[in-house]
């Protein structure tokens, strides 16, 4: 039932305190009336931070709470395999020169080199501090017995001496190969067309 100025007036309150209770009640109505609209606003407001909550608490169910520590070790773990897979390709790389040079130091012509590498065991190979190779003369020694097939055999033979070269014409000294120009040099360092050819 409403509180009108007719209800008071027929209770028989007097006409100016029926407009005070009528003027009272206005503002207590209002009163009500607004804080009913802040109560209708905060429970907009409140129902768009539960549903921002709940968006939230479903992100952090669906992801562990260390999530960039775990991304942060899978980065560094592919890192670190990275790094090590490239020092292990240069240390390979630096054996395999380091024992290519041996095999040419025992004798294996180049071209027999390349196929030797391929099959050979080069990981066990050590460097001294000064990036020498460790037992040096050992591996040289079972470079030598082990591949010793590839070793050419080398005939060394003195100068044929039964037509040793004519020192009194310049035609036969012009006409001998270089190497045999060289020897003869060496031992007839004072003869005319070995200083004539030295001073050209």
Avoid: C
């Avoid at 968006?55 to 999530?67: G, Q, T, V």
């Amino acid at each position: 039932m409403a509180l009108t100025r007719k209800f008071l007036s027929a209770m028989g309150i007097e006409a100016e305190k029926v407009e005070e209770i009528i003027t009272a009640y206005a503002e207590s109505l209002n009163s009500v009336k607004e804080e009913r609209d802040r109560y209708k606003a905060d429970s907009v407001q409140l129902a768009e931070v539960t549903k921002e909550r709940d968006k939230y608490k479903l992100i952090a169910e669906n992801k562990p709470a260390n999530d960039f520590e775990d991304k942060y070790n899978s980065l560094k773990t592919e890192f670190d395999n990275f790094k090590a897979d490239v020092l292990a390709r240069e240390t390979k790389a630096k054996k395999d020169s380091a024992y290519g040079n041996l095999l040419k130091e025992s004798g294996i012509p180049e071209k027999h080199i390349p196929a030797i590498l391929k099959v050979s065991d080069t990981d066990s190979l050590a460097f001294e501090n000064d990036g020498s190779v460790k037992d040096k003369q050992k591996i040289l020694d079972t470079i030598k017995s082990e591949w010793s097939d590839f070793i050419p055999a080398v005939s060394r033979s003195g100068a044929d001496v039964a037509t040793p070269p004519s020192n009194t014409t310049g035609d036969t000294f012009s006409a001998m190969p270089l190497a045999q120009k060289m020897t003869y040099a060496n031992e007839h360092p004072n003869d005319e067309q070995v200083k004539t050819w030295l001073s050209k």
